[in-house]
């Protein structure tokens, strides 16, 4: 629940630190990247007058959705299926100026993940899901597998631009920078989602 910090565009200021006398070189560097898979999330509910009979009705649509991703080529092991409630559900009947809540049988919820690993696949997935009445499209995730490999593309950048700046400030003021240590180093991943 914490908000993310966005990325900034670094100011190009040499500043001081708060630790004693020197100054602080930074480097915010940014890559897109192409996504090795994506992930669409919906959510399926349905009510039935016992429990078990609308759990049951959640399974026969998310079964329903997985036959007519196939086609497609979404197999079983692309779809993860994940029980989210099962609560009682009431109506009211009213007769003049009073209201009676009545038990009327049980709603239960899921998750329907899907992975698909090309981007023209998202409007068919969500069209087979709309032709079922699953309209309840929660999010989309982007996959990249080898984050160790953008981080290490990210700091050889940052790297490249801490020392680019110290040479220019170097030879613009026609004095020497001593390194003393590395002060923070920071990663964090923005979705287009977060972004509009």
């Known amino acids: 629940n914490q908000q993310r910090r966005q990325p900034l565009t670094n100011n190009g200021n040499l500043g001081g630190n708060n630790v004693g006398w020197g100054w602080c070189i930074e480097a915010s560097v940014i890559t897109n990247l192409k996504p090795d898979a994506y992930v669409v999330v919906f ?104 984050f160790d490999a953008v981080r290490k593309q990210l700091f050889d950048e940052a790297v490249r631009v801490i020392k680019n700046k110290e040479h220019s400030y170097t030879k613009s003021f026609g004095f020497g920078l001593v390194p003393v240590g590395l002060a923070s180093e920071r990663y964090d991943a923005f979705y287009p989602s977060d972004n509009y």
């Open 43 to 146: 959510g399926v509910n349905q009510e039935a007058i016992g429990a078990a009979a609308s759990n049951q009705k959640v399974n026969a649509k998310v079964d329903e959705f997985s036959k007519a991703l196939r086609p497609l080529g979404i197999t079983s092991d692309d779809i993860f299926v994940d029980f989210i409630t099962q609560t009682r559900v009431y109506d009211y009947t009213v007769n003049g100026a009073k209201a009676t809540e009545n038990f009327t049988g049980f709603e239960t919820k899921k998750t329907i993940a899907v992975r698909y690993y090309r981007r023209e696949q998202f409007e068919r997935i969500v069209t087979a899901a709309a032709d079922l009445q699953i309209f309840d499209l929660i999010k989309v995730d982007y996959i990249v597998k080898d």
